[in-house]
T-cell receptor
Framework: DPKIIQKPKYLVAVTGSEKILICEQY?????MYWYRQSAKKPLEFMFS???????DNQTASSRFQPQSSKKNHLDLQITALKPDDSATYFC??????????????FGHGTKLSVL | GEQVEQRPPHLSVREGDSAFITCTYT??????FFWYKQEPGASLQLLMK?????EINEGQGFTVLLNKKDKRLSLNLTAAHPGDSAAYFC??????????????FGAGTQLIVIP
């Protein structure tokens, strides 16, 4: 059973629209993250949350907004979609404790295509 | 910022041969080092996390070498088998604080093991 659930697995959107990528983790972790994997680019860190609070934001655009309604949820809202936003978005989580903060567990990803 | 270079981008080996992948990084403050495996359509699976310098770390069917002096991280798959065919990613991160969960990934190596 997957412990980090991302929905949907595939998503097609038109330019200018808005979409929400869902992420739920059942590992009991208190830190969650979003990463993006674009074609021809390495996996890139976007956001980190700890206890539902934003810790780090490496995304230049305000069109990307994480939303954490529960401790084990971190959704990603993307507005005014552009073709360059096409990528696979990975959610990840970890247990924040000494020596293990960086042991990340990843979801299967949501592949977003913007036409 | 941190730059992680991974080589080679593609690698084909025969079953039973070794497969060697190397990453170099730039930030001398990098503290944690990782190798992830990603099979087609699947999430990233952590193979190993290391942080000791110039140490050989052995996993099941592979060896990881970290050389902090040269800022080099290597993965050697010994006696590769077709089940090892996947994309492999190295990642590095700084220690704690604002670096929580912020991994810098290499671009990946697509490994094919030919039966």
């Amino acid at each position: 059973d997957p412990k980090i659930i991302q929905k949907p697995k595939y998503l097609v959107a038109v330019t200018g629209s808005e979409k929400i990528l869902i992420c739920e983790q059942y590992l009991g972790h208190n830190a969650m993250y979003w990463y993006r994997q674009s074609a021809k680019k390495p996996l890139e860190f976007m956001f980190s949350y700890s206890y539902q609070k934003l810790m780090d934001n490496q995304t230049a655009s305000s069109r990307f907004q994480p939303q954490s309604s529960k401790k084990n949820h971190l959704d990603l809202q993307i507005t005014a979609l552009k073709p360059d936003d096409s990528a696979t978005y990975f959610c990840a989580s970890s247990q924040e404790r000494t020596g293990d903060n960086e042991r990340l567990f990843f979801g299967h990803g949501t592949k977003l295509s913007v036409l | 910022g941190e730059q992680v270079e991974q080589r080679p981008p593609h690698l084909s080996v025969r079953e039973g041969d070794s497969a060697f992948i190397t990453c170099t990084y730039t930030d001398p403050n990098s503290y944690y080092f990782f190798w992830y495996k990603q099979e087609p359509g699947a999430s990233l699976q952590l193979l190993m996390k290391v942080f000791s310098s110039t140490e050989i770390n052995e996993g099941q069917g592979f060896t990881v070498l970290l050389n902090k002096k040269d800022k080099r991280l290597s993965l050697n798959l010994t006696a590769a088998h077709p089940g090892d065919s996947a994309a492999y990613f190295c990642a590095v991160s700084a220690r704690g604080g604002s670096a929580l969960g912020r991994l810098h990934f290499g671009a990946g190596t697509q490994l094919i093991v030919i039966p």
